[in-house]
Every structure is written in C-alpha cells, then in structure tokens.
C-alpha cells in the first residue's frame, strides 16, 4: 500500500509502539487517528506527532462503536487497522493463577482487538481492501514459567489472525502479525513511564519501521507473520 494518502487506526496509540507507529506514518504522509484510555497523554501526544485523538477503551464495546463513527466522520474511510493495544499481567505459576487477571489481560488484548477487528473488516468486505496489523509479541511463540495468562492471550491473538487471513483474504484484505521481542516501553509499568533506550535492545521504532515496511508492499503480496529479534541483547 502506499503510506501516503491513507488513513489509519492505530489502538493504544499514546505511547510506545502505538507512538512510533503513528509518527512514523505520519510522518510519511499518512492520515492517523490514535486511541487510549489516558485522554491528557493521548491528546498531547496526539498533538505531538499531527493525529486524531480518540479517546476510549477497547475493551469497552461502546467505545469500540464511537472509535469507528468518530474516526469515519473524520476520514471518511479506513485503510488500515493497528491492533496495537495491549497490557501484561497475572504472572503467577498454574497453583496461583486468577481469573480476575484473565479477565482483565483477556478484555484488551483477545476481546477487544476481536472486536475492533471486526468493525474493521466490516468495513473492509464493503470496499474491498483494507489492512489489519495485529502486534502481538514472541510470548505467542513460546510459553514460559509464570507466563499463562500474557501468552495465552497473545496465541489467542496469534490464532485469530489465522482466522482472519482465511476469513479475508478474498476481499483483498491483508492481515498480518507482528511479534516484538522484549522493547524498552512503558509495557508492564503502573505509572506508564517508558523505560531508558539500551543499545542492545529493540526501541519501538523498530517494530515501528517492521510495521510500516510489511505495509508498503505491494498489495498484491502480504506478509502472513513476522518476529523481531535484538540482535544481540546480552
């Protein structure tokens, strides 16, 4: 696709990798709405990087409905979805596991990605073309001691966009996934402070620049799945 011109949504867009995405593009030429649940950060970063602010939860099915007229009435059209929100949490070994915690983790990062997915291929059927991008990480590769309740949701997300690619592709949608390693973000800090850049470890732009390059393919060929490594990290 080509960056310029099109119109995207970026979920969980005021910080991190939702952040260097939405920059990036915009940065490109693109026309970019950005979510989250934080309205003073979102509207200044949104202010920042030249986006739309929207402000609201996915894992809030009424907000899911507004994201999508607010954004519409704005751009008129979709071309690409980011399904970039997302929370960690419920470490715990199998004896200690809590469904409050599933629930939670759950509610953002398999319920409310399916359902933004959703209004988004609706939309995309119409037209004939759209893009998603699901972000999930290299926990939906591999499982890890304490690790049930974030890696069940991110294979849950993994699976999905399966789904979805059997689901869409005749529509002349591509959906694709993208699974970072561990990035300096704020992912996993109460207070949502992003942490200090190593030189050893992936920052958000470079899922960001996987993200946008795995778009600007032609449309005639998608990439199914992609994993970002640190080259080096020890």
């Known amino acids: 696709m080509t960056i310029k011109d099109s119109t995207f949504l970026i979920t969980g ?10 920059k990036m593009i915009v ?3 693109g026309k970019v709405a950005v979510t989250g649940r934080n309205k003073g950060k979102l509207e200044k970063v949104a202010g920042e990087i030249g986006a739309l602010p929207i402000h609201a939860d996915v894992a809030n099915e009424k907000d899911v409905e507004r994201t999508y007229k607010e954004f519409l009435k704005e751009f008129d059209k979709l071309d690409c979805l980011i399904n970039n929100a997302g929370i960690g949490g ?5 004896t200690e596991l809590d469904m409050e915690a599933f629930r939670k983790v759950y509610d953002v990062n398999v319920f409310g990605a399916a359902m933004m997915g959703s209004k988004a291929a609706q939309l995309f059927k119409k037209q004939n073309y759209g893009n998603i991008v699901n972000i999930a990480s290299t926990a939906a590769l591999k499982g890890y001691a304490n690790g049930t309740v974030y890696a069940s949701s991110k294979f849950a997300l993994r ?3 399966q789904c979805w690619q059997a689901d869409l592709r005749k529509y002349n949608v591509r ?18 402070k992003e942490r200090a850049e190593l030189p050893n470890r992936l920052r958000s732009e470079e899922i960001a620049h996987t993200i946008v390059s795995t778009l600007e393919m032609d449309d005639r060929g998608f990439i199914p799945e992609v994993t970002v490594w640190a080259t080096n990290p020890f």
């Open 13 to 22: 867009g005021s910080a991190g990798i939702g952040k260097a995405t939405a």
């Open 159 to 161: 699976g999905m966009t």
């Open 27 to 29: 940065g490109e030429g």
């Open 90 to 94: 419920g470490w715990s070994e199998i």
């Open 175 to 192: 959906v694709i996934l993208v699974n970072p390693s561990e990035v300096t973000t704020a992912f996993g800090n109460s207070e949502g």
